[in-house]
């Protein structure tokens, strides 16, 4: 019988992830000596294909720029905002409130998480106050918070972290009671200690259920830095979008949102790489 096996040593897949390299003495096309992987060549394509439909549709089918723009336009914008100083100022406030209400939501949501996955006690008491506000659409008592806590950062930070708290604490307390038992009995009987079974097994275990958390929490803190720069503000992207949409602004209102989605790429592509130094072992992971 003939041995089907692939060889994984073999040159033609020395270029990791399935990717053929050239024969030997075969000159490399232009996107191998540009260190463009297939995973980044398809990601561009779609990404000019975007850019080609959306410059197609605003200057072809849509009459009128009150209801959509070219994007050269939107970049048109962009220069003309950076030159005035102002796109870094909005720039600068949201990435602070987003930046802040996000680490104090990790601070705060993976130990409680952790808490509520190890422990029936702590359990039984904070369960029901986590599934009840992850139910409730706590962005519509942002009015709240600015009233609460003012029209400074402190008022947008709460309302980032409190859209971003429960996902991060679900999903490390998930992590946890998924955790396989028959590991944790193996260290046991090979006399691990608590903090033991905690550090090497109970937390590597849960490591890509929390940083599907940070993933999940990275939108809802966009979506919550926006909404409350809509409520007494005087900066950010939410408040440069709603200025925007006032004055039939179309051009900074898309600026201010195609920046607040390249923020979100950007966020989660540093948690994709976070995942990829913690938990090297999800890499090899296909379906």
Do not use: C
């Not at 033609?12 to 024969?23: C, D, I, K, T």
């Not at 410059?55 to 050269?72: I, K, M, N, Q, W």
């Not at 940070?214 to 440069?240: C, D, H, T």
């Amino acid at each position: 019988m003939t041995d089907a096996r692939i060889d994984v040593a073999s040159p033609h897949l020395a270029g990791g992830r399935g990717e053929p390299s050239p024969p030997a003495g075969a000159s490399k096309p232009w996107w191998h000596r540009a260190g463009l992987t297939t995973s980044r060549r398809r990601a561009l394509i779609s990404l000019l294909v975007g850019v080609a439909i959306w410059e197609f549709v605003a200057r072809v089918l849509v009459d009128g720029s009150l209801f959509f723009v070219p994007l050269t336009d939107v970049v048109r914008a962009g220069y003309d905002l950076t030159l005035t100083g102002e796109l870094q100022h909005h720039a600068w406030v949201s990435f602070q409130e987003f930046f802040y209400g996000i680490m104090l939501a990790v601070v705060v949501g993976v130990p409680l998480g952790m808490a509520v996955g190890i422990s029936a006690r702590v359990r039984d008491y904070v369960q029901p106050w986590i599934s009840g506000f992850y139910s409730t659409p706590l962005i519509a008592l942002a009015p709240l918070f600015i009233l609460w806590l003012g029209i400074g950062i402190v008022s947008k930070v709460a309302v980032v972290f409190a859209m971003a708290l429960f996902p991060i604490t679900i999903n490390t307390t998930a992590g946890i009671k998924n955790t396989d038992q028959d590991l944790i009995d193996v260290a046991r009987a090979f006399g691990y200690s608590r903090s033991d079974i905690f550090r090497k097994v109970l937390l590597p275990s849960a490591l890509s259920f929390i940083v599907t958390g940070f993933r999940l929490a990275v939108g809802r803190g966009i979506v919550a830095v926006v909404v409350a720069e809509f409520f007494g503000s005087r900066g950010g992207l939410g408040y440069l979008i709603l200025v925007s949409s006032q004055s039939f602004a179309m051009d900074r209102l898309l600026l201010a949102v195609l920046l607040l989605a390249f923020t979100g790429v950007i966020g989660i592509g540093l948690v994709g790489r976070l995942e990829r130094r913690l938990a090297p072992w999800r890499e090899d992971m296909t379906v």
